[in-house]
């Protein structure tokens, strides 16, 4: 068809797009087999071009970065041409060009939906109807008129070069040098990038001054993720998560292929106690994607998924999915499931480091670890665990009682050196998995972070740390008399739980060993970042999922010492308390 050359053909006799809309440097976006580039000859302005073979996601390019930008058709193939092209618009710099061009559907398409001619559009275009005869038909005008806000239209034309009006029936583009189609000139205005307008909104001085540059942000940047992600957080800092609903809301419907719009806003609603609307709208995500992407072994394929259906005297298995603290957070339901719903045997499929520590627990009737699928007993249902909520009502303030769920193992050591009766210990852990993805935030820089609590008289420290910072903790084992590293004795999950229960007090982190500590009902400080997991909601001092929990979170701009601070008065409270106890 070779669309890009007939038109480069055409516009080489065209002062406008030889002296100004080709011009500088561009990308050209989905080439194919019929590159811009090949006609750089004809546009003598021009000094490079990009080829970019991915319509949406455009790396090694920096916004506001490109002269112009070029896509031959390839908007009439996106599932979301509006995303796409406010895409390319971002790459331009003020003043820059889009020249886009897309089929007619009734020069090209023949007025027919799908197209005849081509299967991989999923749009058809046309310059402008009163209303659509097609059901996927765009008017490129509206879709212009939607880009206003960033780049004023130099051009729509009706491109019918060399068509035959005799020949109407037939594609003209396959054979020949005929043109169908719609031309698109947009120029780039000079309105403030994304990151500009977002610097505007967090050095806000009040919130309606924030939330004014929040609209401004989304107004502009209606097809970014990244503006309502941000938006979001600017909500959060200013303690008003109400107001981050309607701009979430806002990102789901102008982001429909966006996965992670939809995430946070299913996290947002979670966060804010509205647990079952959280949860079913993450489980309508989850759900698509298959087993794969939430555990390590299928589920039953002869077994319904369970999905609010009665238990009463019916057999279900919590299946394994996601890491250790998701497999332990939902342990609970095995108590839920049994007590308040009736089952008939509740099993539970964990990874193979929780299988001696659920074991000891008895709060399922069966654990296999995912090695020992082999010997699952007959089932009525299988429920992933994080679909658990989506189908079971619960009330925030008057969750079950279930807590203490988790026991350490009889006749598991401690491992812990033995200290003086008067002591407080208190177990540490300062970092988490460096893979998980908000790792940077939940965890601590270094364990020199906790100084000013090694210095407290009274306390013994043992910390419980494994991997990441591990070197650490060798190094202050070796020079604070107080500290002790445990965490390199620790080979399960059981000889953590044991640990804990030889210990006053758990100072942590938000990783496995928080809920470890929370499910045995053993006291829990936990240090989170300024937005943290859903569990712990958004600002409560407590947690109604583990009554023994304290938390502790770091004010957004604040770092680590502000939540230090805060705990050393609390720590030498308890201190004053023991050692008045004991007078």
């Known amino acids: 068809m070779k669309e890009t050359s007939k038109a480069a053909l055409r516009r080489s006799r065209e002062p406008v797009f030889v002296q100004r809309y080709f011009s500088g440097e561009g990308v050209d976006i989905r080439p194919g087999a019929d590159p811009l580039s090949a006609h750089m000859r004809l546009f003598p ?27 031959s058709h390839c908007l009439a193939d996106q599932e979301h041409p509006r995303q796409a092209l406010a895409r390319w618009l971002d790459l331009l710099k003020p003043g820059g060009y889009a020249i886009v061009t897309v089929p007619d559907e009734d020069l090209y398409g023949k007025g027919e939906w799908p197209s005849r001619f081509n299967r991989n559009h ?127 809301a806002q990102g789901v419907e102008h982001l429909p292929g966006e996965h992670m719009a939809r995430l946070y806003r299913a996290l947002h609603a979670i966060s804010r106690g509205q647990l079952q609307q959280g949860f079913v709208w993450r489980e309508a995500l989850m759900a698509p994607m298959g087993w794969k992407r939430r555990t390590t072994v299928e589920p ?64 399922p009737d069966d654990v296999l670890s ?41 006749g598991t050591p401690s491992k812990l050196p033995q200290v003086g009766a008067d002591k407080l210990k208190v177990g540490i852990v300062f970092k988490g998995n460096p893979t998980h993805e908000n790792d940077h935030q939940r965890s601590m820089p270094s364990l020199s972070a906790l100084d000013s609590l090694f210095m407290l008289e009274g306390v013994e420290f043992f910390s419980l740390q494994k991997g990441a910072g591990a070197d650490e903790v060798a190094d202050y084992a070796k020079k604070l008399p107080n500290f002790h590293d445990v965490g390199v004795s620790l080979n399960t999950m059981a000889e953590t739980a044991s640990a804990v229960e030889a210990l006053d007090l758990v100072l942590t982190v938000d990783t496995s060993v928080a809920h470890v500590a929370g499910a045995m009902g053993k006291p829990v400080w936990l240090m989170l970042p300024s937005y943290g997991d859903w569990r712990w909601h958004y600002t409560r001092e407590d947690s109604p999922w583990y009554p023994t929990m304290r938390l502790f979170r770091r004010p957004f701009g604040c770092d680590w010492s502000e939540v230090v601070a805060r705990i050393n008065g609390h720590m030498l409270q308890l201190i004053a308390e023991r050692t008045e106890r004991k007078e």
């Open 45 to 71: 302005r021009v000094r490079r071009i990009v080829p970019h073979d991915n319509a949406v996601k455009i790396t090694g390019l920096q916004d506001a970065s490109m002269d112009f930008v070029h896509a």
């Open 122 to 248: 999923k749009a058809s275009y046309t310059v402008h109807k009163p209303s659509n005869a097609l059901p996927r038909s765009i008017n490129v005008i509206d879709l212009v008129r939607e880009m206003s806000h960033v780049a004023e239209c130099e051009r729509i034309a009706l491109v019918r070069e060399h068509y035959d009006d005799e020949r109407r029936e037939v594609d003209q583009t396959a054979h020949g040098v005929a043109e169908c189609a719609i031309e698109i000139v947009l120029r780039k205005r000079d309105v403030p990038s994304l990151g500009a307008q977002l610097e505007a909104a967090s050095r806000a001085r009040s919130v309606s001054e924030s939330i004014a540059a929040c609209k401004d942000a989304v107004r502009l940047y209606p097809y970014r993720f990244e503006a309502y992600h941000r938006t979001m957080i600017e909500m959060l800092r200013w303690n008003v998560p109400e107001e981050a609903d309607a701009f979430l």
């Open 300 to 363: 039953p394929s002869t077994v319904p998924a369970w999905t609010g259906q009665s238990l009463a005297g019916k057999s279900i298995a919590i299946w394994s999915e996601f890491g250790l603290g998701d497999e332990i957070f939902f342990l609970r339901f095995a108590k839920i499931f049994r007590e308040q719903c009736g089952a008939r045997r509740v099993t539970v499929v964990c990874q193979t480091p929780l299988l001696d520590l659920y074991k000891a627990s008895c709060e």
């Open 370 to 410: 995912v090695e020992q699928i082999g010997a699952l007993p007959a089932l009525d249902y299988w429920v992933f665990p994080h679909a658990i909520p989506a189908h079971l009502p619960l009330d925030l303030e008057a969750l079950p009682a279930t807590v203490p769920y988790l026991h350490a193992p009889r």
